[in-house]
């Protein structure tokens, strides 16, 4: 069974970087893409708009307008871990993120709570 775990978020001020991690666990991670999502406070609980995706061949496609040219999603096969680095942070990134295989869509995490402010 696939287990996800989201982590590196935090209470963070404007501009600066960060960087989230997602631990895949169950399956072989090389195997399958993967993909960032965010749930902002505004919308349900499932309603997570796509951030990010991240094949096996490590082609990345951004979907977020605010995440083109700041966010940069990556993996590492060997720790089995999707990242998700952020530079110059904004208010409206601020949102619950979360990881899953965007075809699959396992079980979903807990997700990491970043809250920027100005």
């Known amino acids: 069974q696939v287990q996800l775990v989201e982590s590196g978020g935090g209470s963070v001020e404007t501009g600066g970087s960060l960087r989230l991690s997602c631990a895949f666990t169950?399956?072989?991670?090389?195997?399958?893409?993967m993909s960032w999502y965010r749930q902002v406070p505004q919308k349900q609980r499932d309603q997570r708009e796509l951030?990010?995706?991240?094949?096996?061949?490590?082609?990345?496609?951004y979907y977020l307008e605010a995440a083109k040219g700041r966010f940069t999603i990556s993996r590492d096969n060997a720790k089995n871990t999707v990242y998700r680095d952020m530079k110059n942070r904004r208010p409206e990134d601020t949102g619950r993120y979360y990881c899953?295989?965007?075809?699959?869509?396992?079980?979903w995490g807990q997700g990491t709570q970043v809250t920027v402010s100005s």
């Open positions: 169950g399956k072989d991670f090389s195997l399958y893409p």
């Open positions: 951030v990010a995706t991240i094949s096996i061949y490590r082609n990345v496609s």
């Open positions: 899953n295989d965007i075809e699959r869509q396992y079980t």
